[in-house]
């Protein structure tokens, strides 16, 4: 035998193992490629808008980088005071801080902008797959795997959030996470999965409130599988002293300030006509038709082709996302994406698994194949909500100078703080967005009217000697906000610039936000800044000599 054929005969062993790692991690590595170039196609388009709540997210994650760059270890909470009087946007203790850390880590990295903050979204959106991948590799194969993950970064009804500076896909990749932790342990007795059940759940947790149907899930596991001996077990009782340490302080500060709020949430919410079948409701359109009819056959046939503890294990996540989310009286449709994995189990089992007779698997293998690129195709056109013009209405503010303390009342405050922030390096500008009324988090939680008057107003326009005024045409709740737009049309006040708001939402076209001077100014009169906290149990009450106003 040559040299050649002894080496190559030396290296069979090795090579065959290279191989098999490659074939074990090609498939993911092409799933997780292809989904980050779909979620990063138009990344760009547009600012911080969603629901509102994306816009608070945005300036969140600025407070952090902030903090990173100054380090107020000995004065955190005066600096977090200051930082909200000069940019009241802040949701520090309305939702917990885990993904505005992340975001924040990544904004002193690459700088301050909607990109990276969608970028963070995209990294929690990895994980998430990376980890569903491998709980239906384990149950079901890899070839449902690919299937599986793939349905789910490419569902539309996902997609939306993870193009988003939101909290719903960071939470549910987080949930997937300890999921597949918390499964292994039951399966293998594995303690450190047990372990890494318990930092994933808890950075869920600390990530988003409605984690917390982990909780019900793991207990209609043991339930399902009769493993009681499990609650009082050591590694178990361990892991959940590891879960209080990490989740307890964070939630006793927010019960301890937030908790009105938090009773709104829970107990009171929005009505609905029937809050037991809101859910159930939405799942055809939150799968798709298709994909709900896969779910419905999947579930219908799951004896012949699943295995009866998975199909169990599935069920009760099912379930425990049912029973968790009917009972929160707050309901919308993007609180219950968590259940979305275990319907596409079902959805893909069927029609990937071995039992497939084989004069069938050329239909199954086409079904799949249509179903794929219908969602790649979908999903490379899909286009987030968005708007623009707030960008550019803040830098027009900072062009003209020291604009000192600006009155704002227009839609999406928090997105103009953002803005503002990024152009403001020095913290020396202040936006005004608490003056004429505040509410707790939504109006229907509670509001009060700060202002009733022109009186009112022109008494706060030269006491805090307000050079600038921001409105818009949109909608407004409050009398005063009229009598704002009012006093602009005076001779005391000229338009300075008008912005169109680009957007692809109809109920956006044809608003534009207004940038007033006033044509005289007042010196600052009044000594402190006050700003009206529904959400806190004080205001915040600042001498504007602190504030280093410009």
């Known amino acids: 035998m040559s040299e ?7 290296d069979a062993p090795q090579q065959k193992s290279i191989g098999k790692k490659l074939s074990s991690w090609l498939p993911l590595t092409l799933v997780l490629l292809l989904v980050s170039v779909i979620l990063t196609h138009k990344i760009k ?11 608070f997210h945005a300036v969140t994650g600025f407070y952090f980088a902030d903090v990173f760059h100054d380090l107020p270890v000995t004065h955190l909470e005066q600096y977090t005071y200051r930082y909200y009087a000069h940019y009241p946007a802040l949701g520090l203790v309305h939702w917990p801080p885990f993904f505005h850390i992340v975001e924040g880590i990544l904004f002193s990295l690459f700088g301050e902008s909607a990109v990276v903050a969608r970028l963070a979204v995209l990294l929690f959106a990895l994980v998430g797959v990376g980890y569903w991948f491998e709980i239906v590799s384990d149950l079901q194969g890899r070839t449902a795997a690919v299937v599986s993950a793939l349905l789910l970064a490419l569902l539309p009804s ?3 959030y993870e193009k988003s500076v939101m909290l719903e896909i960071p939470a549910l990749s987080l949930c997937i996470a300890a999921s597949y932790y918390w499964i292994r342990y039951l399966k293998y007795d594995d303690t450190f999965a047990l372990h890494g059940f318990a930092v994933a759940s808890s950075l869920a947790l600390l990530t988003k409130q409605h984690s917390i149907y982990l909780v019900v899930f793991c207990f209609l596991t ?3 599988q ?3 001996k499990l609650l009082l077990s050591g590694p178990m009782l361990r892991a959940f002293a590891l879960c209080c340490f990490l989740v307890v302080p964070f939630y006793t500060l927010a019960l301890a300030f937030h908790h009105s709020t938090i009773a709104g949430d829970v ?16 799942l055809p359109k939150q799968l798709g038709l298709a994909v709900f009819v896969m779910a419905a056959i999947g579930m219908l046939t799951a004896r012949w082709w699943a295995d009866r503890r998975d199909v169990l294990l599935m069920g009760m996540w099912i379930l425990a996302c049912y029973v968790t989310f009917t009972l929160i009286a707050q309901k919308d449709s993007r609180y219950i994406l968590f259940w979305l994995p275990p319907f596409l189990y079902f959805a893909v089992g069927p029609f990937t698994c071995a039992k497939i007779p084989a004069r069938l698997r050329p239909l199954s293998a086409v079904t799949m194949i249509a179903i794929l690129a219908l969602q790649v195709s979908s999903a490379w056109s899909f286009q987030r909500p968005y708007v623009s013009g707030y960008e550019s209405l803040a830098r027009r503010v900072m062009d003209s100078g020291n604009p000192g303390i600006i009155l704002y009342d227009a ?39 700060l202002l009733h008057s022109r009186a009112d107003l022109e008494k706060l326009i030269f006491g805090y000697g307000i050079k600038y005024v921001v409105v818009d045409n949109g909608p407004v709740d409050f009398p005063i906000q009229n009598t704002l737009r009012d006093l602009l049309k005076t001779g ?9 708001v680009e957007s692809n939402m109809q109920s956006w076209q044809g608003r534009s936000l207004f940038l007033y001077e006033a044509n005289h100014t007042e010196p600052v009169s009044v000594g402190e800044l006050h700003l009206k906290m529904m959400t806190l149990n004080k205001d915040i009450v600042l001498p504007l000599k602190d504030l280093e106003i410009r």
Do not use: C
Not at 4 to 10: D, E
Not at 492 to 500: A, G, H, Q, S, Y
């Open 222 to 224: 043991i339930l399902v």
């Open 158 to 160: 996902v997609l939306l």
């Open 4 to 10: 050649v054929a002894v080496q190559f005969v030396a």
């Open 45 to 55: 388009k547009g600012e911080f808008s969603l629901n509102s709540d994306e816009t």
């Open 411 to 449: 839609s999406l405050p928090a997105n103009f703080i953002f803005y503002m922030r990024a152009f403001d390096p020095g913290k020396h500008s202040i936006t005004l967005r608490k003056s004429l009324y505040a509410t707790r988090i939504m109006i229907e939680y509670g509001n009060v009217e």
């Open 226 to 228: 009769r493993k009681w």
């Open 267 to 282: 107990f009171q919410g929005t009505i609905h006509s029937n809050p037991y079948m809101y859910y159930p409701f939405l």
């Open 492 to 500: 005391d006040f000229r338009l300075v610039t008008e912005i169109p």
